[in-house]
């Protein structure tokens, strides 16, 4: 009965593959997020949905594109891999959107080594 | 740019000794979070405090909210071996709809 599951927990790979990330959150939350988390602990958020719309689009590279299926779901793509890619990347959902702000129900993380 | 920033990066404490840690940000906000990160694992949420809110509870967790200093802090009484983790404070940005999680204060509670 996990709140929220990301699959895989590990992802090791080379430069130039692409690779997915999936996320899914049994909450009945309407908002879904990817962060970026680098190897100072700095939490960076990417990208926000709500209801499958689109409403945060930090600057990100355009090799990483998120797809909402439908409001459970975020999955993560990431085309032609690069060595600073590696981190571990995090979804996370809360109950709505906006200000004030919600508080954030996080997965467990996926940490990605590109090598 | 940043806009939570938590002091001291790294606290080493004694078992039952009580920890405290600042956050502090720059820019009016709506609501303040605490968030707990253990190693390996995701964040977890620990206590909201609102900006008409000065203070709040939540068994051993005490939240204090100075918003004319803009500034909060966590104190985590009779600390536990459980209690090692990272603590991110987050607040809002306003321009975005977003929360901004600050760098951390790494906590580690010695037996």
């Known amino acids: 009965d996990t709140a929220v599951s990301q699959t895989p927990k590990y992802l090791v790979t080379q430069m130039g593959n692409d690779k997915s990330i999936k996320c899914e959150q049994n909450l009945g939350h309407d908002t879904m997020y990817w962060y970026k988390q680098d190897s100072k602990k700095f939490l960076k958020i990417m990208f926000s949905?709500?209801?499958?719309?689109?409403?945060i689009n930090e600057t990100v590279p355009n090799r990483f594109s998120p797809k909402s299926p439908d409001k459970a779901h975020l999955n993560l793509h990431i085309n032609s891999l690069e060595l600073g890619d590696s981190a571990v990347y995090f979804c996370?959902?809360?109950?709505?959107?906006?200000?004030?702000?919600?508080?954030?129900?996080f997965g467990p993380g996926t940490r990605l080594t590109v090598t | 740019s940043q806009q939570g920033e938590e002091d001291p990066q790294a606290l080493s404490i004694q078992e039952g000794e009580n920890a405290t840690m600042n956050c502090s940000y720059k820019t009016s906000i709506n609501n303040l979070q605490w968030y707990r990160q253990n190693s390996g694992r995701g964040l977890v949420h620990l206590i909201l405090?609102?900006?008409?809110?000065r203070e709040k509870h939540s068994g051993r967790l005490r939240v204090t909210l100075d918003t004319s200093k803009k500034s909060s802090s966590l104190l985590i009484t009779a600390s536990r071996a459980a209690d090692t983790a990272s603590y991110f404070c987050a607040t809002d940005d306003s321009s975005a709809s977003k929360i901004i999680f600050g760098s951390g204060t790494r906590l580690s509670i010695r037996p």
């Open positions: 996370a959902s809360s109950q709505g959107t906006g200000l004030p702000s919600y508080e954030q129900y």
């Open positions: 949905y709500n209801n499958k719309e689109l409403i």
């Open positions: 405090i609102r900006s008409n809110e």
